[in-house]
């Protein structure tokens, strides 16, 4: 195997591409596409968002201190394209796209209703990295579309047709390769794998 180095980029592909939803109180809020967004913390849950200085959406959350992450399916990428070129400065991107504000609970700023999953944050932390500001943000409130719900009452996240994005180009997320923990499990007493029982039958047949 043949390796080669290249000068330091941002090469930590997929990663999660997300809708921002954000806005000051008396004006239109706006939405901004955002992929360097992740998890920080589990306890208490917290999330971060990397946005660029120029960008109109950075002084809004700068300013009020809040916004809302919107999760991206299938349904909602083309409109994740238009929110991520569209600058909020001369579009309604409400209006452009036809996405429906969605009121929040804990915070000011309107969630998407056509969303899979909206997280009301609030920033606790804002770092200056360089081409973007970091926003460190607690989650405030969590709302789900119960279409995925089960009888069960468990959520069904993967079947929403998540979108991920990698190296300028958007990919629905494709078919399971294990859950976590697989490589550890110990199989089930009285159930033996598929190799086992293949070896089980070819000892039957040879007496």
Partial sequence: MSKEYWKPGNMLYPVPAVMVSCGREGERPGIITVAWAGTICSEPAMVSISVRKER?????????????????????????????????????????????????????????????????????EVK????HDMFLAKVEGVTIDNQYMDERGSFGLNASGLVSYSHGAYFELGKKLGSFGYSVKKPVRGKASSKERKKQRTRRKQG
């Fill in 128 to 131: 200056e990295l360089g081409s």
């Fill in 56 to 124: 109109f959406s950075h002084g809004i959350i700068k300013d009020t201190g809040e916004f809302v992450i919107n999760l991206v399916n299938k349904k909602l990428v083309r409109a994740a394209d238009y929110c991520g070129v569209k600058s909020g400065r001369d579009t309604d991107k409400f209006k452009a796209t036809g996405l429906t504000p969605q009121p929040s609970r804990y915070v000011k700023a309107p969630g998407i209703a056509e969303s899979p999953v909206n997280l009301e944050c609030r920033v606790v």
